[in-house]
């Protein structure tokens, strides 16, 4: 698999993310899995962790697995380059999708978003 990270708990606070250099992180305020909201999952862009989300593709599968083990399959269907500032394309209303970023380009300055919807 391109991305295999493991996950805590991460956050937004005073106007900055939360990071952690070995795990991705998992935005507490937005969907659980498998709640049929959206799931927002962020971490660094590096080898160990998001680095390599750069290279997904629209159409790939996004497998996730919950404490409890259970599995859940989604399918990418946007891939898009943002500002920092542009938080409401990531924290989105949209059903049981997964929400993918981490940060990209030259000191930062963008924010590679991908988002994925489940699939039974």
């Not at 080898?47 to 919950?66: A, H, M, P, Q, T």
Request: a positive charge; hydrophobic letters at 35%.
């Amino acid at each position: 698999s391109k991305i295999n990270a493991q996950i805590a708990a991460g956050g937004y606070k005073s106007g900055k993310w939360i990071l952690d250099d070995n795990y991705a992180l998992y935005l507490p305020n937005s969907g659980k899995l498998g709640e049929g909201g959206n799931t927002i999952l962020y971490a660094h862009s590096k080898e160990s962790l998001f680095g390599n989300l750069k290279k997904v593709s629209v159409g790939d599968i996004v497998l996730l697995g919950d404490a409890n083990g259970k599995m859940y399959n989604y399918r990418v269907y946007s891939i898009e380059y943002i500002k920092p500032h542009q938080v409401e394309k990531i924290e989105t209303n949209a059903k049981d999708t997964v929400t993918l970023f981490t940060c990209d380009g030259w000191f930062d300055e963008k924010r590679l978003v991908v988002k994925a919807k489940i699939i039974s």
